[in-house]
């Protein structure tokens, strides 16, 4: 779940991303796992979707490597573009099922949410 105001628009990236509609400082929580909004879904319920339905969970769910599922994002979370130079971190936090989400330096209002996804897609290649 978003802990940050976000809007949609076009991305630099790559088609739509996220973007911070107010100023984020370094370590603010900008997304953590919610049960029963955020979805945890096993490989086996994937393999088993309609391959449209699977080719949508795969575009924007990510493995984790806390759970091994896949995590899809009831919010737009999901929209996070990739970037080797990212603004957003995962850190492990007792008690967060999937750590927390942060701010890994200052974000503008109007700056895209990105991550490295190279340190959380266990199945996709960059």
Request: with cysteine; charged share 30%.
């Amino acid at each position: 779940m978003l802990l940050i105001k976000t809007y949609l628009k076009e991305s630099g990236v790559e088609g739509i991303g996220c973007f911070a509609r107010e100023k984020v400082l370094k370590g603010t929580a900008i997304w953590r796992f919610v049960d029963d909004f955020d979805l945890e879904i096993s490989e086996e319920t994937v393999n088993s979707l309609s391959e449209g339905c699977r080719e949508q969970v795969l575009k924007y769910a990510y493995k984790s490597p806390h759970s091994h599922k896949y995590v899809l994002c009831s919010d737009d979370a999901r929209f996070f573009n990739h970037s080797d130079s990212n603004n957003v971190i995962n850190i492990e936090v007792e008690g967060f099922k999937e750590g927390l989400d942060i701010a890994s330096r200052d974000i503008l209002a109007g700056e895209e949410l990105t991550y490295n996804y190279r340190t959380f897609k266990e199945d996709k290649l960059f």
